[in-house]
């Protein structure tokens, strides 16, 4: 895969991570006022998931290669 390859693939995984970067920090901020134990039991999942999406890699097709488990 060339590095100019799949710009569009990769700018949409960037930005689903960082939109579940920001839901984990809105729920924390909302943990921390209203709901200490369940928001945090829920923000816990949402930051485990966007890591999982900053590191999926990416097949020769763009596509999400799922033999790539680190």
């Known amino acids: 895969m060339k590095l100019s390859s799949c710009i569009p693939q990769k700018m949409s995984k960037f930005a689903l991570g960082m939109i579940l970067v920001a839901a984990a920090l809105a729920m924390t901020v909302v943990s921390f006022t209203l709901l200490p134990v369940i928001g945090l039991v ?22 999400i290669d799922p033999s790539e488990d680190r």
């Open 42 to 63: 829920l923000v816990v999942p949402i930051l485990a998931l966007a890591v999982y999406v900053f590191r999926l890699h990416l097949n020769d097709q763009c596509e």
